[in-house]
């Protein structure tokens, strides 16, 4: 399975951004998504997490009420729209495919990474 990230990029503080990341292979109706992101000088944290069908969605905090994430199981694809972008929101961002139908915003769980891509939001 390779995942591949992309949308990137630099955008100012109050903006929007859609990230997508698609996957290869034929399964990937069968398993959960996440996004993740890591900043610099910190560790890689749980943005975004959603299940095998869609159905349902988690968020961290610190994301809540500004970020959506979807899938289109017939585009082997997972999204993560990003509105309200602050400067902390700076990060590169990952996606990942979890080992089972159900995500967690625990550590574990994610047999697959992308490459991540880079959002930098600018005051």
């Known amino acids: 399975v390779q995942l591949q990230a992309s949308g990137g990029g630099l955008v100012q503080a109050g903006g929007s951004l859609r990230l997508a990341c698609a996957a290869s292979?034929?399964?990937?109706?069968?398993?959960?998504m996440g996004w993740f992101r890591q900043a610099p000088g910190k560790e890689r944290e749980f943005v975004a997490g959603?299940?095998?069908?869609?159905?349902?969605?988690g968020y961290a905090d610190s994301v809540k009420g500004r970020f959506t994430i979807s899938r289109d199981n017939a585009k082997n694809t997972v999204y993560l729209q990003m509105s309200s972008l602050k400067r902390e929101d700076t990060a590169v961002y990952y996606c990942?495919?979890?080992?089972?139908?159900?995500?967690?915003?625990?550590?574990?769980?994610?047999?697959?990474w992308g490459k991540g891509t880079l959002v930098t939001v600018s005051s």
């Open positions: 990942a495919r979890y080992g089972s139908r159900w995500y967690s915003p625990e550590p574990g769980g994610m047999d697959y």
């Open positions: 292979g034929r399964t990937f109706s069968l398993y959960a």
């Open positions: 959603i299940t095998a069908s869609g159905g349902s969605t």
